[in-house]
Structures are given as structure tokens and as C-alpha cells.
T-cell receptor, first 113, second 113 residues
Framework: KNQVEQSPQSLIILEGKNCTLQ??????????LRWYKQDTGRGPVSLTI?????NTKSNGRYTATLDADTKQSSLHITASQLSDSASYIC????????????FGSGTRLLVRP | DAGVIQSPRHEVTEMGQEVTLRCKPI?????LFWYRQTMMRGLELLIY????????DSGMPEDRFSAKMPNASFSTLKIQPSEPRDSAVYFC???????????FGPGTRLTVL
């Protein structure tokens, strides 16, 4: 069964600290993996999209990594800011369907001053 | 450039009433998606339109749910009659077929009493 699992479920860090969120997936075949940020009361916003041939992709202080062999991805946030408080959702696009996305349950991050 | 527009942002209704959610996709996009998000089940795809034609409605929970896309700039999701278990946040997203990116609207928070 195609699944995307994220850990931790929630995380609290101090402003300025770094953190890493994890994503494991069993989706096969695999087309691409995305990380979305969802602020409270808003829709998800794409941070990065990686195909199976990409190992890392950055978007400002956000860096995503992908290991297609072990089916693992991580999202690293550097020098966290209060505005990073949000849910981060790992999403995998199966290779046999360009539109059907498999969503993880998300990691809820709280950055405290 | 306006993003995906949804209305209303919040809807509170009583069980048995008809509810209509509206979506205006990003101009030029030819794919439109309706999602439902709950704490228990996360984000679920309800229906996918391509060039105004419903392609996949396998996620529509039951006959009480219907969706239309009369033209490229407007879509509706209707629930009739509504039930308390329909309470959720409903997102509309749009994108280009083949590009794999989906842009989410701000969502409609529906509460059915």
C-alpha cells in the first residue's frame, strides 16, 4: 500500500535553532517528492519538489534531501524563525499518476522565542 | 497575480442543509482539485478536473457530494444534505497538467451542527 509517514508528529524548538523533519515512503513507482508548509488557517504552500534523480534541493533556509534507494527524505530548517511555526507535509507523487498525491500526516513545528 | 480564490472562508450550517463551496482557479491553469482535510484523515483528494472535465471522482465520499466546473474559471463543490461528519476544511487547488505542481487556495472551514 502506498504510504507516507512523517516524524516527529510535533516538535518544539527555540528561535534560531536548526531542526530536521523526516519522511519515509513506500510509494512505488515514484515520480517526485514535495515538501509543503501549511500555516494555521491557510492552504499548503510548496517548498521544494524533487524527482528521483535529485538528492538535495534548497529554498532559502529550507533544504530537502532525498534518498530514493532507502525511500527517505528529510527537510532541514536552518536558523529557525517564529514564522517557521507551521505544519510541514511530505507529499509523494506516484509514477503511475501525475495528479494523485500521497500525503503524509505532517509534522507540527512550533518555534518559541 | 491572484492565487486560488475560495469562498466562503467559513461556513456554519445545520445538519440537512445544502452547502455550496466555490473556487476560482489561477488563470491559465487547466487542472483543478478539491480536497478535504481533517485531523483524523489528513488531506484527501475528492475530485480532479482537467480542462473542465471530471477525470477522477473516486474520492467523493457519497452521493451527497457533487462537484461541477462549468468553465475554466469557476468550480463548485456541493453537499446536500450536509451532515456533522462533513465538518472539515475543504481546499481547492489548481495547476498545469503534466507540471505536477498544485497551488492550494486558503480553504473553506465547514462546520455542520
Amino acid at each position: 500500500k502506498n504510504q507516507v509517514e512523517q516524524s516527529p508528529q510535533s516538535l518544539i524548538i527555540l528561535e534560531g535553532k536548526n531542526c530536521t523533519l523526516q519522511c519515509n515512503y513506500t510509494v512505488s513507482p515514484f515520480s517526485n517528492l514535495r515538501w509543503y508548509k501549511q500555516d494555521t488557517g491557510r492552504g499548503p504552500v510548496s517548498l521544494t519538489i524533487m524527482t528521483f534523480s535529485e538528492n538535495t534541493k534548497s529554498n532559502g533556509r529550507y533544504t530537502a534531501t532525498l534518498d530514493a534507494d532507502t525511500k527517505q527524505s528529510s527537510l532541514h530548517i536552518t536558523a529557525s524563525q517564529l514564522s517557521d511555526s507551521a505544519s510541514y507535509i511530505c507529499v509523494v507523487s506516484p509514477g503511475d499518476s501525475s495528479y494523485k498525491l500521497i500525503f503524509g500526516s505532517g509534522t507540527r513545528l512550533l518555534v518559541r522565542p | 497575480d491572484a492565487g486560488v480564490i475560495q469562498s466562503p472562508r467559513h461556513e456554519v450550517t445545520e445538519m440537512g442543509q445544502e452547502v455550496t463551496l466555490r473556487c476560482k482557479p489561477i488563470s491559465g491553469h487547466n487542472s483543478l482539485f478539491w480536497y478535504r482535510q481533517t485531523m483524523m484523515r489528513g488531506l484527501e483528494l475528492l475530485i480532479y478536473f482537467n480542462n473542465n472535465v471530471p477525470i477522477d471522482d473516486s474520492g467523493m465520499p457519497e452521493d451527497r457530494f457533487s462537484a461541477k466546473m462549468p468553465n475554466a474559471s469557476f468550480s463548485t463543490l456541493k453537499i446536500q444534505p450536509s451532515e456533522p461528519r462533513d465538518s472539515a476544511v475543504y481546499f481547492c487547488a489548481s495547476g498545469w497538467e503534466g507540471y505536477n505542481e498544485q497551488f492550494f487556495g486558503p480553504g473553506t472551514r465547514l462546520t455542520v451542527l
